[in-house]
């Protein structure tokens, strides 16, 4: 399974981006996927995931209201629509994949440690 993040760049603050995460090797529909994200000198924290078969998500307390991650089994991709972005934002964001054959209760899907698949990262900067 690969993943390949994609969309970050520089943006002001108050502004939009939406990041994109192409899944090949399985289909999107049979996986939970994760967006995580680490700033310089911070730990990788969970941003949001969406849970596999009923598609509950989840969001960090701090992005609720502004991120919202949404699938496209067609086209096997993962979004984060990011709006109101601040510099708190600024970050290399992941996106991750739980291999099939697993299910992790809910609750574990904000922690990095319970996905197998990850994509190479993209840099949002939010900046002036």
């Known amino acids: 399974v690969q993943l390949q993040a994609s969309g970050g760049g520089l943006v002001q603050p108050g502004g939009s981006l939406r990041l994109s995460c192409a899944v090949s090797?399985?289909?999107?529909?049979?996986?939970?996927i994760g967006w995580f994200r680490q700033a310089p000198g911070k730990e990788r924290e969970g941003v949001s995931c969406?849970?596999?078969?009923?598609?509950?998500?989840y969001y960090l307390d701090s992005v609720k209201g502004r991120l919202t991650i949404s699938r496209d089994n067609a086209e096997n991709t993962v979004y984060l629509q990011m709006n109101s972005l601040t510099p708190e934002d600024t970050a290399v964001y992941y996106c991750?994949?739980?291999?099939?054959?697993?299910?992790?209760?809910?609750?574990?899907?904000?922690?990095?440690?319970?996905?197998?698949?990850w994509g190479q990262g993209t840099l949002v900067t939010v900046s002036s």
């Open positions: 090797g399985a289909t999107l529909d049979g996986s939970a």
């Open positions: 969406i849970n596999r078969g009923d598609d509950i998500t």
């Open positions: 991750a994949a739980v291999d099939r054959s697993t299910r992790p209760i809910f609750s574990a899907l904000s922690l990095a440690a319970t996905y197998d698949y």
